[in-house]
């Protein structure tokens, strides 16, 4: 595959992104989540390019190559769909595909909620319905305690600390452990180690989480762009039950089920979730 790197200067800061297949062809939008950058779509890159797609997945602010701004607040999702914004503009197309998976699924939905002039559809893998997930984690306490975490990273500086210890060991821990065995090769965790290594890198990432409750943007609403929901029904992060009542704020959704996947579908069956997405682009 022939990959070509890109920067998107916006207003407040620059996006690295990878991008490949024909530009004349749809525009394809891919957001990764935490702890990944753009090297997480990697097996959907190089097929949906062979199908003649236009291909885009940017490393989202304080990620790899992208800007890192140094301020919490710098990370709200108001910041965080400007910049897709800027991003679809800047590529000259009145409407993409938008593709998100964990926190660039939250990008994701806050677009196809309060954006969706810029969509032509809306896809989304193992990331709910922002409003659901927020009654979940204040009503469920199964799901409370999967997502211990994100209250962990609320305290400034220790998780840093934590993290990059013993060369990043804990973080990587983090995605292998809730992956099955064979997901991530020794090279897929030296390049991710790679992107976090950049100075600023690993605060950027967690800022995500920090910034959150300061945002204004309402995710209460009904997504009317067509939207597709792959759920690996073994996340041992986020409770499937959430799957089905957020495709049920969907106006037109539709939503897959993989029973042996986890939450890095997109990378331990790249064929289905390819198959998945591309039959869900072609449907009128």
């Keep these: 595959m022939d990959l070509e790197h890109m920067y998107f200067h916006l207003p ?20 990764h989540g935490f702890p990944e950058y753009w090297y997480g779509w990697h097996k959907q890159l190089s097929f949906f390019a062979s199908q003649g797609y236009h291909i885009v997945a940017p490393d989202q602010r304080g990620y790899n190559l992208s800007s890192k701004p140094k301020e919490v607040k710098d990370y709200m999702l108001e910041k965080l769909t400007a ?34 002039h810029l969509l032509d559809k809306l896809i989304l893998l193992n990331i709910p319905h922002p409003d659901v997930m927020q009654h979940y984690l204040r009503h469920s306490p199964r799901q409370m305690l999967k997502s211990w975490y994100a209250a962990a990273f609320q305290v400034p500086v220790l998780p840093e600390v934590v993290l990059q210890a013993l060369n990043y060991k804990l973080l990587a821990h983090a995605m292998t452990s809730t992956a099955h065995s064979s997901t991530f090769a020794k090279e897929d965790l030296a390049a991710y180690r790679q992107a976090w290594r950049k100075p600023g890198a690993l605060t950027g990432m967690l800022n995500w989480y920090r910034a ?3 945002s204004r943007l309402r995710l209460n609403q009904t997504v009317e762009v067509p939207t597709l929901l792959i759920w690996g029904e073994k996340d041992a992060v986020l409770d499937a039950h959430m799957a089905r009542q ?3 704020r969907c106006l037109n959704g539709k939503l897959v089920f993989l029973e042996e996947a986890t939450h890095w579908l997109h990378h331990e069956q790249p064929e289905k979730v390819n198959l998945q997405i591309l039959s869900f682009l072609k449907e009128e």
């Design 83 to 116: 910049d897709i914004i800027g991003l679809i503009q800047q590529l000259g197309r009145e409407k993409v595909v938008l593709i998100g998976h964990d926190w660039g699924g939250v990008v994701a939905w806050a677009m196809g909620m309060h954006f969706p």
């Design 212 to 214: 959150f409750k300061y």
């Design 12 to 31: 407040d800061v620059t996006l690295h992104a990878a991008t490949a297949g024909d530009k004349a062809g749809q525009v394809l939008v891919f957001l």
């Design 246 to 248: 957020s495709i049920g």
